[in-house]
């Protein structure tokens, strides 16, 4: 029997599906080479243990599955039913024996990808919601998850590094981090940031001028390290001052 392929065809799509996996399969190796008492230690993000982050992990593929599902037939269905539902089930999936999380991972993690495979072309295009409210085509779903595996990698602190990461990957990370940054500027009073990459040609929020700049170097993955909250090393401040913590993200 032949192996079944994507439906798609668009090189640009059929691209970023193999980042995704690519970070799916990253994610996962660095899951596997965690022991069973690892579970129980800390991860680089604030307030969450390592069961934490993989249970989040696996059940956002859950959720994105959701979303393509929705795509695919036109019932909705939505990433979660409620506003708490989230929190509630990583933290009762955090609870769950060593092995059960470990195949909470996997086979999320398949049955994500088979909906995506075997998605219509055409139903790439259809709109669904994400649990922020945005109204975004169902193809969005694989950006999403890129963020997701390749980040909580490094979040399992367990050799994973944003160096690690493709260029397009770290490239999107800084795009969407500053984004959000933009957008709360003025409600939440935010510095306006401009990070240039000394491993690109050009900075990111080159727009941004005047007064008050906070001007960052470093390269690509140290600066998608630190916008992330995960890393400091190597970003130092174009005037030599001290390194200010990041804004929060989402």
Do not use: C
């Amino acid at each position: 029997m032949a192996a079944r392929t994507d439906n798609v065809t668009d090189p640009e799509l059929a691209a970023r599906l193999l980042t995704a996996r690519r970070g799916q399969a990253y994610y996962s190796r660095k899951l596997m080479e965690l022991n069973d008492t690892d579970f129980d230690g800390p991860s680089l993000l604030d307030g969450w243990n390592r069961r934490q982050i993989i249970a989040h992990v696996g059940l956002n593929a859950r959720a994105l599955t959701r979303l393509t599902e929705w795509a695919a037939t036109g019932v909705e269905t939505p990433m979660y039913s409620s506003a708490g539902q989230r929190n509630e089930e990583i933290e009762v999936a955090a609870t769950l024996p060593v092995q059960a999380l470990r195949n909470l991972s996997d086979h999320a993690a398949i049955h994500l990808n088979v909906e995506w495979r075997d998605l219509p072309e055409s139903a790439w295009t259809n709109v669904v919601q994400t649990a922020q409210g945005r109204s975004v085509p169902v193809s969005e779903t694989v950006w999403m998850r890129t963020r997701e595996v390749w980040i909580h990698a490094v979040d399992l602190d367990n050799g994973a590094d944003f160096s690690d990461f493709p260029s397009e990957v770290s490239d999107g990370i800084l795009h969407d981090v500053t984004s959000a940054w933009r957008r709360r500027r003025e409600a939440e009073s935010l510095p306006t940031w401009v990070l240039e990459p000394i491993d690109r040609a050009a900075p990111v929020n080159p727009e941004d001028d005047g007064a008050g700049v906070v001007v960052l170097r470093g390269t690509v993955a140290q600066l998608a390290g630190w916008a992330t909250g995960r890393r400091r090393h190597g970003v130092v401040t174009s005037d030599g001052s001290e390194l200010p913590d990041a804004p929060r993200w989402l």
